[in-house]
């Protein structure tokens, strides 16, 4: 039965806590993505001269980024949406919005954003921690414990379909039988709708060096590909695993001089937006400029000629179908020849997770809240805008689980650009988890700044843990842990 819901102000809910402190190497996953030991590892497989161009693309973003004064305050032209689940993520299919979370929660508005049907709903069911729309029909939702739902009448009926017994962190569905995950360990593709799932045969090794799958897209029926990074961080370096004959074999692609933020399907091509060094070979070195590149196969990569200057001052980041953030406050079309762009009020809780309509804008993150969207001409780009949020990958493959409360997500950039403080911090986090395994509360200590305590506790926020069970009962809990921050200065 369908349940319609009107955007208003969260209130949050108490909850018995049960007390734990652990030290850091406890969470494996969070670790592996944020430690001070992590960023000193070298790639033994990456040549000297791909790490010389690592380290100017990170010196040019360093000369370009600028840290954001975030307020704790939302501004009023956002509404922050009451859902009877926990929003975790959101799409957009062209019309209307969809998000997805626990209790395997979906729900759908089709008013930009004011009012939200449930279309699907199971009290302390599977958490869903991805939802998307191949076409208006087409879409999918996949989380925890294997959890796949498909929808071929435009999100009316969802069906149960079979992913395994592990958690789904990542997917992309082309079709109702070609399917690409990604689980805790695995990178798995199916070609009949998931009732049988086979490993990507990684031949060349790479997926021991590059161990982060940052994004993976399933194009159509023979065509699938990953963007795995060395870390996990969007700046970090990245290389391409495809397959063109429906995974019977994989090669690997590397796109060189480039960092690429963003990899997604749109326009039935995929496309991989970033920046790309260019006159290396002049006095003086190279230096970084926007790039949006498009491919058929995965193989073979085109630059796009449209104009890019909206993406100069901050880089283009968190792309959708719908177009990328210049900024917080702009989204910028990339894909077309000549770019068309829309403008919202910034928000400083923005998350990369977003989706938007012609006439809206919504995101998720310690809640769901949208906005309305403005076309606006290509003029009132150039004014100074605060940048967009950062991308960061759920965790590398093969973590072991740990020990404790099991992370399904808990990434964080561990490199924070800041106009005035550099060094290295230790960070004291205190988090309340609630019984479905989502952050209800965090204290964030020992960064340098307000706006880096922000950050951090935006991006903490967004974690997700399997629900903790006594005596056979999920219940909340506190998690007491450190970490350590790199924190660089902007020039």
Not at 89 to 99: E, R, Y
Not at 426 to 452: F, S, W
Request: hydrophobic letters at 35%.
């Amino acid at each position: 039965m369908e349940r319609s819901f009107v955007g208003s102000t969260l209130i949050p809910q108490g909850s018995r806590d049960i007390s734990f402190s652990f030290r850091s190497s406890i969470l494996a996953e969070f670790l592996a993505s944020t430690s001070h030991s992590h960023v000193e590892q070298s790639c033994p497989g990456i040549e000297m001269k791909t790490k010389r161009i690592f380290l100017l693309l990170i010196c040019s973003v360093l000369l370009i980024s600028s840290a954001y004064a975030a307020s704790e305050n939302t501004d009023p032209a956002w509404r922050v949406i009451d859902l009877p689940f926990h929003a975790l993520n959101i799409a957009s299919d062209g019309t209307s919005l969809w998000v997805c979370g626990t209790d395997e929660g979906i729900a759908v508005s089709s008013d930009a954003g004011v009012h939200w049907t449930l279309k699907h709903h199971t009290r302390d069911g599977n958490v869903l921690l991805n939802i998307q729309f191949a076409n208006s029909k087409f879409g999918y939702a996949a989380g925890t414990g294997g959890a796949l739902f498909i929808t071929e009448d435009g999100g009316q009926t969802w069906t149960s379909r079979s992913a395994g017994k592990d958690e789904v962190l990542q997917i992309s569905f082309p079709d109702p039988q070609h399917g690409f995950i990604r689980t805790r360990t695995s990178l798995l593709f199916t070609s009949d709708g998931g009732d049988h799932w086979s490993s990507v045969d990684d031949n060349s090794g790479v997926l021991s060096r590059f161990q982060y799958p940052f994004s993976l897209v399933a194009l159509d029926s023979k065509h699938f590909a990953v963007m795995l990074k060395q870390g996990s961080a969007q700046y970090e370096p990245q290389i391409f695993l495809t397959t063109c004959d429906g995974g019977k074999s994989w090669q690997v692609v590397d796109i060189p001089s480039t960092t690429l933020y963003s990899f997604i399907r749109t326009q039935d091509k995929y496309w991989a937006i970033g920046t790309e060094v260019i006159d290396k070979n002049k006095p003086g070195g190279g230096h970084a400029v926007p790039v949006a590149l498009y491919s058929s196969d995965g193989s073979h990569w085109s630059h796009s000629t449209a104009d890019l200057s909206a993406c100069r001052s901050e880089m283009c980041v968190a792309c959708t179908g719908r177009g990328c953030l210049s900024s917080n406050g702009v989204v910028v079309n990339v894909y077309s020849q000549v770019p068309s762009y829309w403008s919202f009020s910034p928000n400083p809780k923005l998350t990369s997770k977003w989706a938007a309509t012609p006439s809206a804008i919504c995101f998720v993150g310690s809640a769901l809240q949208c906005t309305g969207l403005k076309n606006v001409a290509r003029a009132v780009i150039g004014q100074e805008t605060a940048p967009g949020p950062v991308a960061v990958s759920p965790g590398p493959l093969n973590n072991s689980a740990s020990q404790g409360p099991q992370c399904v997500s808990c990434s964080l950039d561990r490199i924070i650009v800041d106009r005035k403080i550099q060094g290295t911090f230790v960070i004291k986090l205190t988090l309340v988890v609630g019984k479905n395994g989502t952050v209800m509360d965090v204290d964030v200590g020992g960064a340098p700044t307000q706006e880096i305590t922000s950050r951090i506790k935006q991006q903490v926020q967004q974690w997700l843990f399997e629900p903790y069970v006594v005596n056979g009962s999920p219940v909340a809990i506190k998690v007491n842990f450190r970490t350590q921050v790199n924190v660089l200065r902007s020039r």
